[in-house]
């Protein structure tokens, strides 16, 4: 069966610190690993990482993947309220089938 | 840009009745994908199209079918409805298999 663990569950900062989320994932027929932003609403494509060890960034925000020890990192430097959201990792296997973990919980104060 | 359109943004049935959800992909996607988030859930996978031919599929109970039509819409039909089927539906769209998914806005539905 395949599985998806973020870490931590939940994260409460200030604005200005930097965050590092967790993926680790076992599934079969792997394919790609896309990251999501969720507030409230429909999840944001923020990255999909298809290669291991290049960094992908849109901002503030970067991301890594690693094959070899089925492992990713989402960064978030210099951290807004605006950030504050539910951060999802998702594998993607064959046919694109997206499977998802539970989530990390980011709030930032300011 | 345009997005994923979903219809209706809210739907209250009761038990025993039958919905359908419409999903209106990004123009030129092809792929599309349907996701169940059940509250304080992460989002569970039930079924994809890709050029109009279902392509995979997941925890989707047999009262449920979907499909996706020549103008690459799709509809989700959910059947016998039951309360535990109280959910936030996504649709996604991609250009092609194995690309990035857009989600909607989502379908909100309340079966009371």
């Known amino acids: 069966e395949d599985k998806v663990v973020q870490s931590p569950l939940s994260l409460v900062v200030h604005e200005g610190d930097t965050v590092t989320l967790n993926c680790s994932y076992e599934?079969?027929?792997?394919?790609?690993l896309l990251w999501y932003k969720q507030e409230k609403k429909a999840p944001t494509f923020l990255f999909m990482l298809t290669s291991s060890g290049i960094e992908k960034k849109s901002g503030r925000l970067s991301s890594i993947l690693d094959k070899k020890e089925l492992f990713s990192i989402l960064n978030i430097t210099a951290t807004q309220t605006g950030d504050s959201a539910i951060y999802l990792c998702?594998?993607?296997?064959?046919?694109?089938?997206?499977?998802f973990g539970q989530g990390t919980i980011l709030t930032v104060h300011p | 840009a345009a997005g994923v359109i979903q219809s209706p943004r809210h739907l209250i049935k009761e038990k025993r009745e039958t919905a359908t959800l419409k999903c209106y992909p990004i123009p030129r996607h092809d792929t599309v994908y349907w996701y169940q988030q059940g509250p304080g859930q992460d989002p569970q996978f039930l079924i994809s199209f890709y050029e109009k031919m279902q392509s995979d599929k997941g925890s989707i109970p047999d009262r449920f079918s979907a499909q996706q039509f020549s103008d690459y819409h799709s509809e989700l039909n959910m059947s016998s409805l039951e309360l535990g089927d109280s959910a936030l539906y996504f649709c996604a769209s991609s250009l092609m298999v194995d690309y990035e998914q857009y989600f909607g806005p989502g379908t909100r539905l309340t079966v009371t």
């Open positions: 998702a594998p993607s296997t064959s046919y694109g089938k997206l499977t």
């Open positions: 599934v079969t027929n792997f394919r790609s």
